[in-house]
């Protein structure tokens, strides 16, 4: 069964940083592409990050480029995003998914930035 939980979400001020987590079960997290997505108050859902399966290339939104970082730790089993420089506008609830399946996608974790 797939399942995929986010963790390390929380409240911080303009400028900080949050590392998010996305623990996977039910599959091997290198053996498929990788995504983030997020959810702005009174916005869809909008990509935000991806890792390739094999090579682990990473690619990002404009809005997050330089200041984002996807990685994987196949050892734990565990998708990451590493997020510094943080703005208002970077709010959201943020979610992994695995693979273009919408389905296979977890339940979230809040991120909120203010001053």
Request: net charge neutral; proline share 3%.
């Amino acid at each position: 069964q797939v399942q995929l939980v986010e963790s390390g979400g929380g409240s911080v001020q303009p400028g900080g940083s949050l590392t998010l987590s996305c623990t996977v079960s039910g599959f091997i997290v290198s053996h498929y592409p990788m995504f983030w997505f997020r959810q702005r108050p009174g916005k869809g859902v909008e990509w935000v990050s991806s890792i390739n399966m094999g090579d682990d290339v990473t690619h990002y939104a404009d809005a997050v480029k330089g200041r984002f970082t996807t990685s994987r730790d196949v050892a734990k089993n565990t998708l990451y995003l590493y997020m510094r420089d943080l703005r208002p506008e970077d709010t959201a609830v943020y979610y992994c998914q695995k693979g273009d399946n919408e389905s296979d996608r977890g339940q979230g974790t809040q991120v909120a930035v203010s001053a």
